[in-house]
């Protein structure tokens, strides 16, 4: 049988309108702020700290980031503290996570908190935080708020980011739950696909009857075949 990775692909190529084909890895900070004619400099990225694309805004402050280049850290702080667009603002605070600055943990962490903020930026935020193990339930809180209420493609995102969080209360683990156990019955099919991936991976055993349940009413091939890939993983898992 196919992985499960690969019917996740292609219910997402189905639902794709435009594919655009890409070869490589992925470009470089550098790379990129060149294209735009961006000297890669210090001083030069100190100035784009302040270009008017935003796209440069931010990538400048991750090639600093990048660089170690601490010295600019007062200027990249200025450079939050004036952004006015809430995703290059989001990225030029997780520049100042890297160089491990607190200002830049907090403005996520705000990110994740404020139900006024884009649901595609409180999850990207969490992830964010998440990489640097800092999986507060304040962010936890706002990946659940994602998956109840934002775009199909932000669901998916907030099912995937749920197992991910460690040390949780009794009442935490049980909300968590709850809500992937819902997002099994979303209208979207990638986003049942990503629920029933996220159930395998956070391990509850319980999360086999949702899946059999869910795997009964499916009425997609390439979802029920994907649940069934995670029944099988969860009940390896409950062997074990």
């Known amino acids: 049988m196919f992985s499960h990775g690969l019917f996740k692909a292609v219910i997402l190529l189905a639902m794709l309108v435009q594919v655009q084909e890409q ?62 667009v809430p995703w290059t603002r989001m990225n030029i605070a997780f520049a100042l996570v890297v160089m491990g600055e607190s200002v830049g943990f907090d403005t996520l962490e705000g990110n994740c908190k404020n139900d006024n903020t884009n649901e595609g930026i409180r999850a990207r935020s969490a992830e964010y935080l998440l990489r640097f193990n800092r999986d507060s339930t304040i962010c936890l809180s706002g990946v659940l708020d994602v998956l109840k209420d ?59 009857v949702e899946l059999e349940r869910a795997i009964g009413v499916e009425q997609e091939q390439v979802v029920r075949l994907g649940l069934e890939d995670d029944l099988k993983t969860l009940r390896k898992k409950g062997r074990q």
């Open 23 to 84: 070869s490589g890895p992925p470009p470089t900070f550098g790379e990129v702020l060149k294209r735009h004619n961006i000297e890669l400099t210090q001083s030069a990225l100190i100035a784009a700290l302040k270009n008017p694309d935003p796209e440069v805004r931010y990538l400048a402050a991750h090639k600093l980031a990048e660089d170690r280049a601490t010295e600019a850290i007062p200027l990249i702080k200025q450079a939050l503290a004036s952004e006015k």
């Open 150 to 208: 934002g775009s199909n493609g932000d669901k998916m995102v907030a099912a995937e980011l749920l197992p991910r969080y460690r040390n949780l209360s009794k009442e935490d683990s049980e909300t968590v739950f709850t809500g992937l156990v819902e997002a099994l019955h979303a209208p979207g099919p990638a986003v049942r696909i990503a629920a029933g991936q996220a159930l395998a991976d956070l391990g509850d055993a319980r999360g086999i």
